[in-house]
C-alpha cells in the first residue's frame, strides 16, 4: 500500500517540477500541486497516471522523495535557495550512483548492492557521514541520509537492501547530470575571466 502511495506523490512531485511556474503565485501553484496528485489517479486501461509511471521508474529511494520534497518547497517559497547544500547533495549521491550502478552491470567485480542486505557496516559509516554533514549545518544532505537510514529501520519499503532506501537511477542520473552542468558552466565562466584579463593587459 506504501509503494502505491509513493507512487501517486512521485508522479505528483516530478510533474510539478517539470512544469515551468506559469508566473503563478503561491495559492496557485499549491492548487496546481494538489491538482497534479488528483490527476496521477486518473485511470488509463485500467491503470492510473501513476501506477505508469512507476511502471518505468519503479519505487524510488527515500532520498530522491525528500530530494524532491525539498525542490517543491523551494518553488512553493517555503524555503529559501541553498545552493552549497545541493551541491554538496549532487556530489555525495553521484559518487553512491558511480559506486554501486557500474557494479551491478557487471562492470566490476565488487558488488556493493550485496552489502545493503547486512548493512551494519553501512549504517555506521552512513552514520558518522550524517553526523559530519551536521556538523558542516547541510541541513538537505542531513535529512536525506537520516530519513534514509530511518525509514530503512522501519521496514517502511518491502525491500530488505539499504541501498534501495539510499539511491536509485533517477537520482543518480540527475545528479551526475547536474555536476556536469555546474562544471562546464564554471568552466566557461574561468574561460571568460581570463578572456577579460588578456582584453585588459593588451588594451
Same mark, same amino acid.
Given at each position: 500500500?506504501?509503494?502505491?502511495?509513493?507512487?501517486?506523490?512521485?508522479?505528483a512531485?516530478?510533474?510539478?517540477?517539470?512544469?515551468?511556474s506559469?508566473?503563478?503565485?503561491r495559492?496557485?501553484?499549491?492548487?496546481?500541486?494538489?491538482?497534479?496528485?488528483?490527476a496521477?489517479?486518473i485511470?488509463?486501461?485500467?491503470l492510473s497516471?501513476?501506477v &505508469? =509511471?512507476?511502471?518505468?521508474?519503479?519505487?524510488?529511494?527515500?532520498?530522491?522523495?525528500?530530494?524532491?520534497?525539498?525542490?517543491?518547497?523551494?518553488?512553493?517559497?517555503? =524555503?529559501?535557495?541553498a545552493q552549497?547544500?545541493?551541491?554538496?547533495?549532487?556530489?555525495?549521491?553521484?559518487? /553512491?550512483?558511480l559506486l554501486?550502478?557500474?557494479a551491478?552491470?557487471?562492470?566490476?567485480?565488487?558488488?556493493? &548492492?550485496?552489502?545493503?542486505?547486512?548493512?551494519?557496516?553501512m549504517l555506521?559509516?552512513?552514520? /558518522?557521514?550524517?553526523?559530519?554533514?551536521?556538523y558542516?549545518?547541510?541541513?538537505?544532505?542531513?535529512?536525506m /541520509?537520516?530519513?534514509?537510514? =530511518?525509514?530503512?529501520?522501519?521496514?517502511?519499503?518491502?525491500?530488505?537492501? &539499504?541501498?534501495?532506501y539510499?539511491?536509485?537511477?533517477?537520482?543518480?542520473? &540527475?545528479?551526475?547530470?547536474a555536476?556536469v552542468?555546474?562544471?562546464?558552466?564554471?568552466?566557461y565562466?574561468?574561460l571568460?575571466?581570463?578572456?577579460?584579463?588578456?582584453?585588459?593587459?593588451?588594451?
Open positions: 500500500m506504501i509503494n502505491l502511495w509513493q507512487s501517486h506523490v512521485s508522479f512531485m516530478i510533474s510539478f517540477l517539470l512544469l515551468p506559469f508566473g503563478l503565485n495559492g496557485w501553484r499549491i492548487a496546481l500541486l494538489v491538482a497534479l496528485l488528483a496521477s489517479f485511470p488509463l486501461d485500467g497516471l501513476a &505508469y =509511471l512507476r511502471s518505468h521508474i519503479d519505487d524510488l529511494a527515500i532520498t530522491t522523495l525528500i530530494f524532491m520534497a525539498w525542490g517543491c518547497l523551494r518553488r512553493l517559497g517555503f =524555503l529559501p535557495p552549497q547544500d545541493k551541491t554538496c547533495v549532487l556530489i555525495i549521491f553521484a559518487a /553512491l550512483a554501486l550502478y557500474p551491478t552491470l557487471g562492470l566490476s567485480d565488487l558488488d556493493p &548492492y550485496r552489502f545493503g542486505y547486512s548493512p551494519r557496516p555506521i559509516v552512513f552514520a /558518522l557521514l550524517t553526523l559530519g554533514l551536521f558542516l549545518r547541510n541541513g538537505l544532505a542531513v535529512v /541520509l537520516a530519513g534514509a537510514t =530511518l525509514t530503512f529501520i522501519a521496514g517502511i519499503k518491502p525491500s530488505q537492501n &539499504y541501498w534501495d539510499l539511491v536509485d537511477p533517477l537520482l543518480g542520473l &540527475y545528479c551526475c547530470a555536476l552542468l555546474l562544471f562546464t558552466r564554471w568552466t565562466g574561468c571568460n575571466k581570463r578572456r577579460g584579463s588578456v582584453r585588459n593587459r593588451t588594451a
